[in-house]
Nanobody, 116 residues
Framework: EVQLVESGGGLVQSGGSLRLACAAS????????IGWFRQAPGKEREGVSCMSSWDNSTSYADFVKGRFTISSDNAKNMVYLQMNSLTPEDTAVYFC?????????WGQGTQVTVSS
């Protein structure tokens, strides 16, 4: 069974930092994209950052550039999102996503709340 499990969310003050982690298990494919999305209350889910497994290239949404960093530990099947300089606008449920062709997998999400 394939599974993505996020962790690391929580409550943090504005200007603080959090590190999210996504543990992937059960996958046997290569050449996939893995990344983070978020969904705030009343808003659509939006892409935050992603990286490709074949060349480790990364991309970021404009609203997190310079503040968030995506990284991976392939030996542990882990992907991380280091989030710095958080603002209340970053409050959302953060989801890990892994995609390859038509196959798209999601974790259950982890809540990030940034207080002002």
């Amino acid at each position: 069974e394939v599974q993505l499990v996020e962790s690391g969310g929580g409550l943090v003050q504005s200007g603080g930092s959090l590190r999210l982690a996504c543990a992937a298990s059960g996958f046997t494919d290569d050449n996939y994209a893995i990344g983070w999305f978020r969904q705030a209350p009343g808003k659509e889910r939006e892409g935050v950052s992603c990286m490709s497994s074949w060349d480790n290239s990364t991309s970021y949404a404009d609203f997190v550039k310079g503040r968030f960093t995506i990284s991976s530990d392939n030996a542990k099947n882990m992907v991380y999102l280091q989030m710095n300089s958080l603002t209340p606008e970053d409050t959302a449920v953060y989801f890990c996503n892994r995609a390859r062709g038509p196959y798209n997998y999601w974790g259950q999400g982890t809540q990030v709340t940034v207080s002002s």
